[in-house]
């Protein structure tokens, strides 16, 4: 069943801010991570999900309603967690949640008393006194307290220290074990990698690439590190390289400790194999790609090495959308 589905939203500032032609789909029960540096188009993008903005052009739904139609009810059954918290004037973190509770006509208080406890919050520390994280602690729980059915976190850790960082993520986990949908913006690799099951990169406004979080543990395009004993099997492995650079990338070269990097499709290995054989080599590792070093990519040249295989758009066609400096 589709929970958030965008089509084609655009919303142009000008002078190349804002989003454009940002599509996506989120499934019930999946965690989907909106990786993207600041002023990408999160935020934007989370407040055309939540009924705030109108897109200029294109849609955004939340259990198939068009969101800015609907943005009462989306506020009513959605856990929306802002980028940036303003606190309105209370004395206490107390009296925010009891204004909150009353808003929410909230009756049971388990979920309430458990956040309140995962995240170690004092609810009588004063509003005045709070640091940004015990504010970030008091947005998570007043967001999360009536239990919703889907989340929707807008970069949820910044301000949290290291183990209150640790806590969300586990939160998350939780929650996604209890069959809830999760829309987490980030720029925070690890825990985009370490919670998501779908992954989306924006940049500049628009999505670079959607991917399974899996396919980049099984990447088809593979990085070599090899080792060399001799400096003659360094020097004829690298000119050799050099003329397979259609199919090999030579990455990096070492003369200095007769090392190599190579990148390569599955569907080439054995051109890679064969051409190793030749020599004396020392080692020959797979070089893992990390989601950040697949992320930095596209802030390189366009090529045809380095990615994950994009999914299928729904023609069947494989999307290999790049971005072009
Ligand atoms: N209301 C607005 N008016 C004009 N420009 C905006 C507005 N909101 C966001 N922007 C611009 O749009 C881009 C995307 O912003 P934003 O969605 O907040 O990025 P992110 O959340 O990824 O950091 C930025 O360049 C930002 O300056
Ligand atoms: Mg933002």
């Known amino acids: 069943m589709e929970i958030i589905k965008a089509e084609n939203l655009t919303k142009d500032y000008g002078h190349n801010r804002g ?40 849609n955004i739904y939340m259990f198939g309603k068009e969101s800015f139609k ?19 004037n209370s004395d206490n973190g107390q009296d925010f949640i009891n204004v909150m509770k009353k808003l929410r ?4 208080k388990k979920m309430l008393n458990y956040l309140i406890d995962k995240f170690k919050f004092n609810p009588m520390l004063e509003t005045k006194k709070m640091s940004l994280g015990d504010k970030r602690k008091l947005a998570i729980i007043v967001a999360f307290m009536h239990d ?52 989306a990169i924006i940049k500049d406004g628009k999505i670079v690439s959607t991917f399974k979080t899996t396919n980049l543990k099984h990447n088809q395009n593979k990085t070599f590190d090899i080792v060399f004993k001799k400096q003659d099997d360094f020097n004829n492995f690298v000119e050799q390289i050099k003329k397979e650079k259609k199919i090999i990338e030579l990455k990096e070269h070492n003369e200095n400790n007769l090392t190599v990097k190579v990148l390569v499709n599955d569907t080439n290995i054995n051109k890679l194999i064969e051409i190793i054989s030749k020599f004396n080599v020392v080692e020959f590792n797979e070089d893992k790609l990390t989601l950040q070093e697949y992320f930095m990519n596209f802030y390189k040249e366009d090529k045809d090495f380095g990615g994950v295989p994009d999914e299928r758009d729904n023609k069947g066609r494989k999307s290999h959308k790049r971005l072009q400096k």
Not at 105 to 108: E, R, V
Not at 151 to 161: A, I, K, Q, Y
């Open 19 to 58: 989003i454009f032609d940002v599509s996506f789909l989120v499934e019930k029960g999946e965690v989907f991570g909106f990786l993207g540096p600041n002023g990408a188009g999160k935020s934007t993008t989370i407040r055309h999900m939540m009924g705030f903005s109108k897109p200029q052009s294109g």
């Open 70 to 88: 609907n943005y009462s009810e989306i506020m009513n059954s959605v856990g929306y967690l802002p980028g940036e918290i303003a606190l309105p």
């Open 105 to 108: 006509h909230l009756k049971d």
């Open 148 to 199: 919703p059915d889907v989340l929707v976190l807008d970069e949820p850790t910044s301000g949290l220290d290291p183990i209150m960082q640790q806590v969300f993520i586990d939160f998350i986990k939780e929650e996604k074990k209890r069959g809830k949908t999760i829309f987490l913006s980030s720029h925070i690799f690890n825990e985009v990698e370490e919670t998501c099951d779908r992954i």
